[in-house]
């Protein structure tokens, strides 16, 4: 069963940095889209970043400007680069890939979630 594998979460200080990473195995195929969410206690799962492979990156207004998605070349393998951390960044971090399965549909996959705190 294909599965991710995320690492890079802790705790920092507001204005610090963080590097989130997830590797995707590589019996999931067809991988064309990869991302990251979080969720905060009582709150929904919101998009935070994702990049569709071959295109260009998509953020959340909120994160704009201070992360960076990127992809390993031609790696089923994503990072995320947090700066400028700050409180309202507490979360925990979700990794999703989109592969497309038969009859040409998507599926999505998750990572087991990483925690993310800013606190000073």
């Known amino acids: 069963q294909g599965q991710l594998v995320e690492s890079g979460g802790g705790t920092v200080q507001p204005g610090g940095s963080l590097r989130l990473s997830c590797a995707a195995s590589?019996?999931?195929?067809?991988?064309?889209?990869m991302g990251w969410w979080r969720q905060a206690p009582g709150h929904q799962r919101d998009l935070v970043a994702s990049i569709i492979f071959g295109g260009s990156p998509n953020y959340a207004p909120s994160v704009t400007g201070r992360f960076t998605i990127s992809r390993d070349n031609e790696k089923n393998t994503v990072h995320l680069q947090m700066n400028s951390l700050k409180p309202e960044d507490t979360a925990v971090y979700y990794c999703q890939a989109v592969a497309t399965i038969f009859g040409g549909r998507d599926y999505d996959y998750w990572g087991q979630g990483t925690q993310v705190t800013v606190s000073s």
């Open positions: 590589e019996s999931i195929a067809d991988i064309y889209k």
